[in-house]
Structures are given as structure tokens and as C-alpha cells.
């Protein structure tokens, strides 16, 4: 029986997802059948009322579920692209795995954080989303837009295991009997459970925002995730239509500001963001310099920072250096909030999609289709905010080049695109290759499944490359 506590249901504030908000919904374990304490509902109770339902499906959200979750997609992408390197690594084996894209199926890291929490996460969608169909007692409204939330996380999710690991146990019911021993399901099969839950989530969402900083799902963050979906499966039409309903939102307001201002929580650029309890993101945590050494956590390779072009302000905006015992070392600068507190504040948030990429989807996805204008226009669009002057680029290759070096010098250091570009497009093997000539495998490009999880399953098969 699944059991909640009702304290974790606290209200939030402004719309803002505080992380002190536990995993309400999710467990590793099976459950042993206790009496519940006064304090505790089942599944079933938690869907009666519009506060613990909205509770269980904000629980989601929480740090250890989606923010624990992301921190590692992002950070475990940027290393394996040779994006960006840890200072620390030689000294954390489980980091320098990842840095020399070399992870051992026994890596603890793997294991907990690009496997476990979003397993978590995407039970706890599971079971929000069987409450939530089964419940009479919601408003329809509410119930409605959870249900979009809820399919949205789940996607979410699984878009991440899917090209971290390539195929994964496909769990759809919250049944762990049912669930603990499924096989690795295909690709296709993943993602058309991903576009099939994006297109639900879409249809159930409103496109207004729930509360002031856009910390919940809409309906744009659902078809922005689709483009995306539909661009890694060459479905060019479809990403180019999915794009257009983001960029052309007339219920919400969409732009590219100024650079500065891109990554401020306030920012009309930004599609959905995870709130932070004090305004401070984990990405400016560990990208800015904390450590008395000042060096940040994680920094930019060289190989990284060469591709910008002469006058793009992203480099001078976005990137900045500090020295230490004569060594440069190049830092992220979207992100200006290194910590906060209750006292000092801060204004950024940790942002999950944004519209620049949005636009360098339908720019790719347009010339696929040979519309040369179109895709130039879109280009242009995030060219000309970085103070540069519009593509040469006039053919289907050139352009399709010209915007995946766009996406490596917009998105650098942001959830794993660089890492996800190499791979969709083939030239992983080739560019990380070449950056790690003496640890690179061809098969690295998929991640080890975790030693744990084949013994507790043994319908799961290990990777390629990998033993066990």
C-alpha cells in the first residue's frame, strides 16, 4: 500500500516549487503492509481533495525527484561531450568516469541519480496519474491540468533515459509486482510513449502559467518538449508545427531578450524553470566560483570556448575566466547567482526549456525540408541577439551545420545538448574521440544500465562495451 504523509502537502507560494518538498509519491522499495498513523493517506485519499492532490503531483517537482534529476543530466552530458571538465575530478573517481567517458556499471552516481530519481519520478507520475483518472471528487479543472502535468514529468523523464541509455524498461503502471522484472523496451517504442504523452499533456494544459514565475508546466513546455522529440526522431514536419505553436503563442508572452537578462527567473525567454527555495540554481552554483580556490565545480574546456565567432557577445556575456596558480580557467557565466540565502535573495532558478531552442529546432527542421528562407529566418533570429550579423549558410548541409554550431554556442552548459547533438547526428564517436583519444570507446555513446539493476533484473541486458 502507498502511504503519504500529509505535512509534506505544504502550499506554495506564488507558484514557486520550493525543493523542501518531499518525494511524496516516490519509493526505491516495495511497501510493507503497516497501519497507517493518523498522519499518513493512501493513494486513493490523496486524489479526494484538491489540496493533497495537488500536493502529490508538486511532489514531483521536489529535489530529489525532477532538480536531483536534472542536475546529473546536465552535468553528466557536458563531461561526456569533453564540454566541460571538473575540477575535482581526479580526486572523484565516479566524476573522472564520466570526464573520460569510461563509467563503470558500478558508478554510484549513475546508479542514483541518472537511473534511480528519475525511476522514482516516473513512478510518481505513475500513480498521480491512476489517482487522478480514477478520482470523481476534483474540480475538473484542476484535475485536468495535473493529469497534463503529470504526463509532461513522465516524458520528461524518459526522453533523458532514453538517450542516456538507449532502450529502458518501459513502466507505465505504478504496480511494482507488475513492473519489477520488464525487459528493455525499443527506441521507437520509448519515444512514441514520450510524443504520445507530450501530445495528451498538451491538449490538457492551459497555456497561461500557474502562479508568477513559470515553475509549472503549461502547455507550451509540453509542445516544446515535443519539438524536440520529434526533431531526434527526424520528423521534421512535426517539429517544424511544434516549434511554431511555442514561438507563436499568442496566451503568453515569448521572446529573446537582451543576453543579460535570459537567465533571470523573471525572463519572457523562459519556457519552465524549477524554483529554488532562495532563488539560487545549482547550475550557477557549481558554474561560479563558491571554493576559496576559485575555481567553480565545473568549467569550460578550451575546445569549447573556440568555437564562438568573432563579436558574438555570448562570449563575452556568458563566458568569463578566472586564474588560479597561473592556470586560466573559463567559466559559465548564463547563470550570476553562485548562493543565496533567506537575507540576500537571488533571481534565477534552474531552467528546464527556453525559447532559443526553440527556434534552432524549426531553423534545423526547416532546412531538412528545403525551406532555405525559413530556416535562414530562424537562425538569424538567435544570431542576431548574439550582436551577429545573419548566416552565409544558403544550402540544406550548410545551414544544418550552421545550426548545430549554434546550438553548441547557445545551450553550452545547459542539460546536455551538446552531448545529445553528437549523438543524434553521428559524430560522437568522431568529436569526443578525438578530445579523449586515450579513453574513448565507440560504445560509450550509450551509458553502462546499472550493475544493481541487472541483479535485481535479470530480463535487463547490459550495454555494449560494458561488463557486466
Not at 502507498?2 to 518525494?23: E, I, P, Q, W, Y
Not at 505513475?126 to 485536468?144: D, Q, V
Not at 527506441?187 to 502559467?209: F, H, R, T
Request: net charge neutral; hydrophobic share 40%.
Amino acid at each position: 500500500m502507498t502511504l503519504f504523509n500529509k505535512h509534506t502537502f505544504s502550499a506554495l507560494r506564488s507558484g514557486v516549487l520550493c525543493v523542501a518538498l518531499g518525494a511524496c509519491l516516490a519509493s526505491c522499495e516495495k511497501y510493507v503492509d503497516v497501519d497507517k498513523a493518523p498522519n499518513m493517506l493512501d493513494n486513493s485519499s490523496v486524489f479526494l481533495a484538491d489540496g493533497t492532490a495537488t500536493g502529490a503531483v508538486m511532489g514531483i517537482y521536489s529535489y530529489y525527484n525532477t532538480t536531483g534529476a536534472l542536475q546529473y543530466f546536465t552535468f553528466a552530458g557536458e563531461l561526456e561531450s569533453g564540454e566541460m571538465e571538473y575540477q575535482l575530478a581526479a580526486s572523484t573517481p565516479e566524476i573522472n568516469e564520466f570526464q573520460q567517458s569510461a563509467v563503470l556499471p558500478t558508478s554510484g552516481t549513475l546508479n542514483t541519480n541518472l537511473w534511480m530519481y528519475p525511476y522514482m519520478s516516473i513512478r510518481s507520475a505513475n500513480l498521480a496519474l491512476e489517482g487522478l483518472t480514477a478520482s470523481t471528487t476534483l474540480t475538473p479543472a484542476l484535475r485536468t491540468q495535473l493529469l497534463g502535468e503529470a504526463r509532461f514529468l513522465r516524458a520528461f523523464f524518459y526522453f533523458h533515459l532514453v538517450n542516456y541509455f538507449g532502450p529502458v524498461p518501459l513502466v507505465l503502471s505504478s504496480d511494482q509486482n507488475a513492473t519489477a522484472t520488464l525487459p528493455r523496451s525499443s527506441v521507437d517504442s520509448v519515444y512514441n510513449q514520450i510524443i504520445a504523452d507530450l501530445k495528451e499533456a498538451e491538449s490538457l494544459l492551459p497555456g497561461v502559467y500557474t502562479g508568477n514565475f513559470r515553475t509549472r508546466v503549461n502547455k507550451y513546455a509540453a509542445t516544446a518538449l515535443l519539438a524536440r522529440a520529434y526533431l531526434y526522431k527526424g520528423e521534421y514536419a512535426n517539429a517544424e508545427a511544434a516549434a511554431t505553436r511555442v514561438i507563436g503563442a499568442t496566451d503568453v508572452t515569448y521572446n529573446l531578450p537582451e543576453l543579460t537578462g535570459a537567465f533571470v527567473n523573471s525572463s519572457n525567454e523562459i519556457i519552465l524553470q524549477i524554483g529554488t527555495l532562495f532563488g539560487s540554481s545549482f547550475m550557477g552554483t557549481n558554474y561560479r566560483t563558491t571554493a576559496a580556490s576559485g575555481i567553480p565545480n565545473y568549467y569550460l574546456t578550451k575546445a569549447a570556448v573556440s568555437v564562438f565567432e568573432t563579436g558574438d557577445n555570448r562570449r563575452a556575456v556568458w563566458v568569463d575566466s578566472v586564474v588560479n596558480n597561473t592556470i586560466l580557467y573559463r567559466r559559465i557565466n548564463k547563470y550570476k547567482v553562485a548562493t543565496a540565502t533567506a537575507a540576500s535573495g537571488g533571481n534565477e532558478y534552474n531552467i528546464m526549456l527556453r525559447l532559443a531552442e526553440q527556434y534552432l529546432i524549426r531553423a534545423e527542421a526547416r532546412a531538412k525540408q528545403q525551406n532555405i528562407d525559413g530556416a535562414q529566418n530562424d537562425l538569424n533570429a538567435v544570431r542576431n541577439r548574439a550582436g551577429l550579423g545573419n548566416t552565409p549558410a544558403a544550402t540544406e548541409g550548410d545551414l544544418v551545420a550552421a545550426v548545430l554550431k549554434e546550438r553548441q554556442t547557445e545551450l553550452f552548459g545547459e542539460t546536455g545538448h551538446r552531448w545529445f547533438d553528437l549523438k543524434r547526428t553521428g559524430n560522437a564517436n568522431t568529436v569526443v574521440g578525438a578530445l579523449k583519444p586515450a579513453t574513448w570507446k565507440a560504445t560509450a555513446v550509450l551509458l553502462p544500465i546499472p550493475f544493481t539493476e541487472l541483479l535485481k533484473n535479470t530480463n535487463l541486458k547490459q550495454n555494449d562495451g560494458y561488463n557486466p
